[in-house]
T-cell receptor, first 115, second 111 residues
């Protein structure tokens, strides 16, 4: 079974430029998460989807970040415009259902560097 | 408020030593789940174990063991006879409605 797939693995952009990250969760997983992981820190939740509905986006900086999950499968996270402080690893994860007991399966992440 | 504290930032041991990674959590919920994840240099978070708040049984899986104590809100992780391949960052996580992580403990196992 294929795991969570993210692309690109690495991205370097200049500040004020837009950037997008893509995530393909494990087939059949209804719940999808986007996390941001700063250097030396644990992952911090940005947004959680149940199917195509964003059920928790309280930590998403909505002035510059947006996300979508069309058809409840793939998801895209966008930053526009990027700032230097957005440099981090962006992790996507999925789980079979929204119940807390299921572990989340993570992709390898996208390492974003804003220069 | 929910919080996960991993007070040990970095631990270094020599191969074959036993090592314990500490995790303390805070939540007002009576139903919750605790997790440990391993993050090797490749960056992918690998699930190790899940525990629910009603199951305080300790668990052993090979060289890994976990000690869950609700009385002290702790969920500690012990690696017995550590190996170089155990070198990674280990995260403890807590889930009620959302999954939150501690800041991680970097374990370095030297040959």
């Amino acid at each position: 079974e294929a795991g969570v797939v993210q692309s690109p693995r690495y991205k370097i952009i200049e500040k004020k430029q837009p950037v997008a990250f893509w995530c393909n969760p494990i087939s059949g997983h209804n719940t999808l998460y986007w996390y941001r992981q700063n250097l030396g820190q644990g992952p911090e939740l940005l947004i959680r989807y149940e199917n195509e509905e964003a059920v928790d986006d309280s930590q998403l900086p909505k002035d510059r970040f947006s996300a979508e999950r069309l058809k409840g499968v793939d998801s895209t996270l966008k930053i526009q415009p990027a700032e230097l402080g957005d440099s981090a690893v962006y992790l996507c994860a999925s789980s079979p259902r929204g119940t807390p007991g299921h572990e989340a399966f993570f992709g390898q992440g996208t390492r974003l560097t804003v220069v | 408020a929910q919080k996960v504290t991993q007070a040990q930032t970095e631990i270094s041991v020599v191969e074959k030593e036993d090592v314990t990674l500490d995790c303390v959590y805070e939540t007002r919920d009576t139903t919750y789940y605790l997790f440990w994840y391993k993050q090797p240099p490749s960056g992918e978070l690998v699930f190790l174990i899940r525990r629910n708040s009603f199951d305080e049984q300790n668990e052993i899986s090979g060289r890994y063991s976990w000690n869950f104590q609700k009385s002290t809100s702790s969920f500690n992780f012990t690696i017995t006879a550590s190996q170089v391949v155990d070198s990674a960052v280990y995260f403890c996580a807590l889930r009620t409605d959302k999954l939150i992580f501690g800041t991680g403990t970097r374990l370095q196992v030297f040959p």
